[in-house]
């Protein structure tokens, strides 16, 4: 279509996306102000794609500019707020644009279709993306490049569509589906897997394989999904394995990839010859010395610890296999390009957290009680297993191999461990640090699995990780510290010999590490701690002195991170019972606990933490603490109060209010909960007088399941303890504990209480 803008608009327009470059704080909100009052135009898009498509002597950051503010602006109109003329004036710029020199452009440009193709479809942009694909087959490398690029962005999206189809999304119909499907399999398809070939230029081998990849990573190849997309499965088999012997590292990493998919989605078209095939290239590919092709074979090891039936090629493989994990599982030099460099440091105790690391918190679900108090299969929750203290967040080559080591150990114990023990002997006795952490790291990935048949090596094992918890490195404390908690079980079992001397040894290794001038090692010393407590808590009876006075020194020490791992700590310790309910115990505990409850915002990153400790020491130290108790009533029912009257002005006013969190609302509930059970039968006075029993109706009832369940487990506990004070209650309740055994996920929770109110 034919426009004309004004020329001193234009260029004025041009002027601003040049001084977007500026770091003067006024020139920038100049430059918003600016930019906002020519949206207003109606035909701002039409300024925009002139700068971006049809101007190409300006800078490329300015045309980069207003190629993703059109990008932006076309994402916030409707389908109907684009005119056929516009669109198609859109799409035709955006397509010359991929002939670009740069790849900036080229690459904005794709962005800008893809865009386009969601908002409109793929009907209304017929025109465009037929072109589309029949560039892929031009003679130029930069508009085969842009090409594909844009195809692959587009499928992507298109994919994501068909998965939400498939899960019964109303917002999805089903002739978009049925259309994206048409369209890749008539045009698209075709072309792409044209490209996978050694006999096209290595750029075009790995986008055509990654646009490849992207249909198999989502199913749309699987059995009986799509038939008319199920058709280019063996082509994309028959590609992956002409590709193997490619040896551009970018392309080996497409292959590796669409040959783990292939394994992991079962197709009927595979058989033990592919299996062996595939595998046997990813043993390679697993000891290429390009670090991305090495991270994306890795991958497929665990995967195998799931499919019977590649065991049996696995299993012969192992010879090459142990030692090529071993290999991976030393740090390289991309794990130290990501890795956290406090990890390194001898000495960041008293340096503040950053609160964007920090993961947010959620409140555990709350604890099965059946409202009797006196079950003997009681225990403490189960926590969150502290695994990063060995393998890191990102995942990595180092990661993956120790995962897959870890995973293969449960199915080849027996055929594994004469492989790999005289490997790991060599690495424990390297004079390289990183190759002792790597041993141990190898230790503890197979610790849990084959525990019975490393038994008589464990005395052996223990002392020479209670020496490495000693090292100067950090990173080999707190690796050893993590490797003495996968032993853990044997560790505590009652007929380990010297049990006694070994758990004293252990005890005194990670209650010094807990207070570890490294926050790193203190973290992974403190798990390590909850694990033992987890395993078999009474083996730490004769250490509680050494114990609490050291989460006493811990808590002056810790920053947030291990504070929040500190109160975990307690809580657990809490569940010791009658050995820890002495008053030096209860003081030295409490006291901090308290002084940190009266201050600490409702909105802090460890009050969940406080709470679910608390929690736990008033289950098992109620009596003891009972003097705790009305101040912790008191603030549970201001948050259970205060949360509700936010939800009901957020209800009410949903545009204008942020939506309440209800985390803690369930951890106060739960809390209650936990006071009434520590009280037991002397909760009858605290709740008359307090009649805190009140809120049951209000958390019974929520839309919350979460705060539901707490709800329920504080209704369980107060039918035991405080039936008289309850009893009021009940012609509101029953109804809502008859709706509640209806939800599957709180039918444990609903049913000790509506059955001993139902008893008395």
Same mark, same amino acid.
């Given at each position: 279509?034919a ?10 327009l041009c ?24 949206g207003?135009l109606p035909?701002f898009?039409m300024?925009?794609?002139a700068i971006?498509?049809?101007m190409?002597?300006l800078?490329?950051?300015v045309?980069?500019r207003?190629g993703?503010l059109l990008?932006?602006?076309v994402?916030g109109?409707?389908?109907a707020?684009?005119a056929?003329?516009?669109a198609?004036?859109?799409?035709s710029n955006a397509?010359?644009?991929m002939?670009?020199?740069?790849r900036?452009i080229?690459?904005?440009a ?6 386009m193709?969601?908002?409109?479809g793929?009907s209304a942009c017929?025109?465009?993306l037929?072109k589309?694909v029949e560039?892929v087959?031009g003679?130029s ?5 842009g090409?594909?690029?844009?195809l692959?962005?587009?499928c ?5 569509l068909?998965?939400r ?5 109303t917002?999805v119909?089903?002739a978009?589906?049925q259309l994206f499907v048409?369209w890749?399999s008539?045009?698209?398809l075709?072309?792409v897997v044209?490209c ?5 230029p290595?750029?075009?081998?790995q986008s055509a394989?990654?646009c490849?990849?992207h ?5 749309a ?12 499965r063996?082509?994309?088999?028959d590609?992956?394995?002409t590709l ?13 990839k ?5 394994m992991d989605?079962d197709w009927s078209?595979m058989?033990?010859?592919h299996?062996q ?7 390679k *590919? &697993?000891?290429n010395p390009e670090?991305?092709?090495? +991270?994306e074979a890795? @991958?497929?090891?665990k995967? %195998?610890?799931a499919k019977?039936?590649?065991w049996?090629i696995?299993?012969k ?5 142990v030692?090529?994990l071993l290999?991976?599982?030393i ?5 130290f390009?990501?890795?956290d460099?406090?990890?390194l440091e001898d ?5 503040a957290?950053?609160l964007d ?7 555990k679900e709350?604890?099965n009680?059946d409202?009797?108090g006196?079950d003997e299969?009681?225990?403490?929750p189960?926590r969150?297993a502290h695994?990063?203290?060995?393998w890191g967040?990102?995942?990595t080559?180092r990661?993956?191999a120790?995962?897959s ?5 449960e199915?080849f114990?027996?055929?594994m461990l004469?492989?790999l023990?005289?490997l790991v ?5 390297? *004079? &390289? ?7 141990? +790291?190898a230790?503890g @990935?197979i610790?849990v699995? %084959? ?11 223990i002392q020479?990780l209670?020496?490495l918890?000693?090292?100067p ?14 032993f ?7 007929q380990?010999?010297n049990?006694?001397?070994i758990i004293?040894?252990?005890?005194k290794?990670l209650?010094t590490r807990?207070?570890?001038r ?5 973290s992974a010393a ?5 694990a033992?407590?987890e395993t ?8 509680l002195?050494d114990?609490v006075?050291?989460l006493?020194k811990a808590?002056v020490?810790?920053?947030?991170k291990n504070?929040r791992?500190?109160?975990d700590?307690i809580?657990?310790?809490a569940?010791i019972g009658?050995?820890?309910d002495?008053p ?5 505990l ?5 002084q940190r409850?009266?201050t600490v915002?409702?909105a802090?990153?460890?009050t969940?933490s ?6 736990s020491?008033?289950q098992?130290l109620g009596k ?8 912790l009533?008191m603030?549970?029912l ?6 509700a009257?936010?939800?009901k002005v957020w209800e ?9 969190d ?6 106060a509930?739960?809390l209650l909960?936990?006071?009434?059970e520590?009280?037991k039968?002397?909760?009858k006075?605290m709740?008359a007088?307090m009649n805190?029993l009140s809120?049951?109706p209000l ?6 399941s979460r705060t539901r369940?707490?709800?329920f487990?504080l ?7 405080c039936?008289e004070q309850l009893?009021?209650l009940?012609?509101q ?5 008859v709706?509640g055994?209806?939800f599957g ?16």
């Amino acid at each position: 279509m034919a426009w004309h803008g004004d020329e001193a608009k234009l260029q004025q327009l041009c002027q601003i996306f040049e001084a977007a470059s500026s770091p003067d704080t006024r020139v920038q909100q100049q430059v918003m102000q600016t930019l906002g009052q020519f949206g207003q135009l109606p035909d701002f898009n039409m300024y925009l794609v002139a700068i971006f498509g049809q101007m190409p002597h300006l800078q490329e950051v300015v045309r980069q500019r207003a190629g993703l503010l059109l990008k932006t602006h076309v994402m916030g109109l409707s389908a109907a707020g684009l005119a056929p003329g516009v669109a198609d004036h859109i799409n035709s710029n955006a397509l010359s644009a991929m002939q670009d020199k740069s790849r900036t452009i080229r690459n904005t440009a794709g962005t800008i279709l893809t865009t386009m193709v969601q908002k409109v479809g793929i009907s209304a942009c017929g025109t465009a993306l037929e072109k589309l694909v029949e560039s892929v087959g031009g003679s130029s490398h930069e508009v085969v490049e842009g090409s594909l690029s844009a195809l692959g962005k587009i499928c992507e999206d298109g994919l994501a569509l068909l998965e939400r189809a498939s899960a019964g999304s109303t917002k999805v119909s089903t002739a978009d589906a049925q259309l994206f499907v048409t369209w890749t399999s008539q045009q698209v398809l075709p072309k792409v897997v044209s490209c996978a070939s050694p006999s096209v230029p290595a750029f075009a081998r790995q986008s055509a394989l990654e646009c490849l990849n992207h249909f198999a990573l989502t199913g749309a190849f699987n059995d009986g999904k799509y038939p008319a997309l199920e058709q280019f499965r063996a082509k994309y088999i028959d590609a992956l394995g002409t590709l193997a012997n490619d040896t551009t590292p970018e392309v080996l990493q497409a292959v590796c990839k669409g040959f783990a998919c292939s394994m992991d989605n079962d197709w009927s078209c595979m058989t033990q010859q592919h299996y062996q095939v595939i595998l046997q290239f990813m043993l390679k *590919a &697993s000891q290429n010395p390009e670090y991305g092709v090495r +991270l994306e074979a890795l @991958a497929v090891w665990k995967a %195998c610890a799931a499919k019977p039936d590649s065991w049996a090629i696995v299993g012969k493989m192992l010879p090459d296999l142990v030692p090529t994990l071993l290999t991976n599982m030393i740090y390289a030099d991309a794990d130290f390009m990501i890795l956290d460099q406090s990890h390194l440091e001898d000495d960041n105790a008293g340096s503040a957290d950053s609160l964007d690391d920090i993961a947010p918190r959620f409140h555990k679900e709350s604890k099965n009680i059946d409202g009797d108090g006196d079950d003997e299969e009681d225990g403490p929750p189960v926590r969150e297993a502290h695994s990063s203290h060995a393998w890191g967040a990102e995942w990595t080559a180092r990661k993956a191999a120790a995962a897959s080591l870890d995973a293969l150990s449960e199915i080849f114990q027996a055929d594994m461990l004469p492989l790999l023990l005289p490997l790991v002997q060599e690495k424990l006795a390297h *004079a &390289s640090w990183e190759h002792q952490e790597a041993g141990v +790291l190898a230790l503890g @990935a197979i610790g849990v699995n %084959c525990l019975k048949r490393l038994e008589q090596f464990l005395p052996q094992v223990i002392q020479l990780l209670l020496g490495l918890c000693d090292s100067p490195k950090p990173l080999l404390r707190s690796i050893a510290c993590w490797c003495v908690s996968r032993f853990s079980a044997w560790i505590c079992w009652a007929q380990n010999p010297n049990q006694a001397q070994i758990i004293g040894t252990v005890t005194k290794t990670l209650l010094t590490r807990c207070l570890d001038r490294n926050k790193h090692v203190q973290s992974a010393a403190m798990s390590a701690l909850m694990a033992v407590l987890e395993t078999g808590g009474a083996v730490l009876i004769p250490h509680l002195n050494d114990v609490v006075e050291t989460l006493v020194k811990a808590r002056v020490l810790y920053q947030i991170k291990n504070t929040r791992l500190l109160y975990d700590t307690i809580g657990l310790l809490a569940w010791i019972g009658p050995d820890l309910d002495k008053p030096q115990y209860v003081q030295a505990l409490l006291s901090p606990l308290v002084q940190r409850f009266d201050t600490v915002p409702d909105a802090d990153v460890t009050t969940l933490s406080l709470f679910e400790c608390l929690t736990s020491v008033s289950q098992c130290l109620g009596k003891s603490a009972a003097a705790m108790v009305p101040k912790l009533v008191m603030r549970c029912l201001k948050i259970v109060n205060e949360t509700a009257m936010a939800i009901k002005v957020w209800e009410q006013n949903p545009n204008e209010y942020e939506r309440p969190d209800k985390e803690l609302m369930a951890t106060a509930v739960d809390l209650l909960a936990g006071i009434v059970e520590g009280l037991k039968e002397q909760a009858k006075e605290m709740v008359a007088k307090m009649n805190f029993l009140s809120i049951l109706p209000l958390v019974c009832q929520d839309k919350s399941s979460r705060t539901r369940q707490s709800g329920f487990w504080l209704w369980g506990t107060a039918t035991a303890f405080c039936i008289e004070q309850l009893a009021p209650l009940l012609p509101q309740l029953l109804p809502m504990g008859v709706a509640g055994l209806e939800f599957g996920g709180l039918l444990l929770m609903c049913t000790p209480s509506f059955i001993k109110v139902e008893k008395k």
